[in-house]
């Protein structure tokens, strides 16, 4: 009994990790652009690593002692290193809560500086959405930002607010996601639309983000997905992927 | 700065329009307010009062029905527009017949009912947030929830929601009202006395708001949504064209360039917006276009709403007419309803809103949830304007009997 119990338990959660693996599926457009990330293709090239630093606000962790463990910057160097054997890669990630962008453009040159990264991905817009930041000042500090990115001689891919169903009819993002469109179109960076894909996750069932739960299990689960969601973006913009598949594994 | 050039010779071509409309001006220096309401503004208010119900519900197939998504400008300026032209025609004759003192103490009283009005609202918001502050717990959330934090100062909040400072989403259309109602008094005096210098003095102010980035403050920090010292230009605009400025115009509106003018400009509109929702579009767009156009801002009333709203009105000025028999027609009378009590119908839209969204929340709504809650809501609007009308008549207050007198004639105001 015992035996059979546990190869129904194994059955069963083989089952849940293939459905797991599944549960992050994209449209390739959400992950694919005309923009190549060529500080990093250099970097692979020359050295066979890839150095990256994350920049962003309580977003870009979980809540807790072990919440980088397990938010995006930590899936996704995990997923680098399954899907890039044979390079080195390191994810560095300076989150810092309650930061407007202006604060994080300050202190960019200090991370570049020590962390010497090919590519930067830049979380931003959620405190300044709550702090009420204008728009405009926000876009000027992004610019800041990217003027000292391009400086360091290194990649941006700007990444935008969550999709919080709950709180969107009490915080407005729109204007500042717009914002981040727009300094992404202008300065040709890539853009990592977090919140199209987790509504486009929203919205087929993936998660159900309108949920309230004290459980980790879910918001584990979102970092997981937004980890291998950028991995497949950074491998499709270094054209690094050899068997041309395009959504997050 | 190109974009301040482009504002100051937006307004200087706004004022050389008024030199050459001004010699075929009807020889009145102070033209005379039409005597019967213009049902088009009723109806085009009711109109817009569903749109800004329906874009403000964000999850919302039926959004993609209104008019924001084909264009520039969105309802936001039909209601200011109209909101100016109601205003003025209404006190306008007021101040006509009983004086500045009293035509300014009714307009006063009016930004009172619209801050009574906007400080109810507000506390059914606070209602939403502490619901929800209460029930919603998620890791994944913990910094947007962030936004919960002005209930810890309650002190601190409700005194700024009361000075007007601190104002929730999608509650930012009354304040604007109640500051330009409040600066309307010598405003409307003005228009009264010389037109012609009050559309230019508001041309300049949004020209000098441009270029020194004035604007009101807000709280936490930031400054206003809707720019008023910006909008006040289409609320003036509406104002001076119930006092005679239409008329004045007619003359404009039959050219046919004016025609070709509007429906090349719709259509640029159209196709411009397009490449927000097709990326792949984006890339006809020349560089330098972008450069110049981008960011479209609404807080300040960009100068191209402000002429995406102007060519719509030229185009449907020029295929509905005053008299245009389906105004009369039952199929329009809900729209018109809505229209003639704007402000109870905006608030119960704004709450409606709230309303649908937790709906849509709740059952993770597919499309047809989400189109059910925007008919219902619309349905509730219709029937409540209708129950406010049933009021006035009981009351002897309806709009038909008082449009001898000089208080709502043309809806309220």
Redesign the interface.
Known sequence: MTVFIAMLASFLFAIGAAFAAEECELPVSFLTSDTDLTHAIKEIADQHRLDISVVG???ST???PDGMKFAYPARLEATLRQRLVGIEIKVTAHVE??QTTAQMAAGLQKILAADKPSVVIWQAG??DA???????EF?TSLDDGVDAIDAADADIDLMNM?Y?????????VG?YA??MR?VA??RGTLLFDRLAIMRYWNDAGTF?????????D??RS??DCIGRALASQIINATHLDTDKTQTPR | MARGTRFSAAATEMVANLEVIRPSATVSSVPAVAGERDLRLDLFRGVALWLIFLDHIPQNIVNWFTIRNYGFSDATEIFIFISGYTAAFVYGRAMRERGFLVSGARILRRAWQIYVAHIFLFTIFMAEIAYVAATFDNPLYAEEMNILDFLKQPDVTIFQALVLKFKPVNMDVLPLYIVLLLLFPPILALLLWQPAIAVAGSAILYVLTWNFDWNLPAYPNGVWFFNPFAWQLLFVFGAWCALGGAQRLTGLLRSPVTLCAAIGYLIFAFAITMTWYFEPLGRFVPGWLSEWMYPIDKTNLDVLRFAHFLALAAITVRFVPRDWPLLKSPIMQPAIRCGQHSLEIFCLGVFLAFAGQFVIGEWSGGWLVQVAISLTGILIMIATANLISWYKVIEGRSPTTRAKSTDLAGGEA
């Open positions: 606000t309580g977003s979980l809540p807790g809560s309650r959620t405190f709550l702090s009420g930041v204008e728009p405009d876009r969550q919080s169903p709950r709180t969107e009819s009490m915080l407005s204007a717009d914002v727009w179109q202008q159900d983000l309108y949920s309230t739960t004290k459980n980790y879910m918001a979102v970092h």
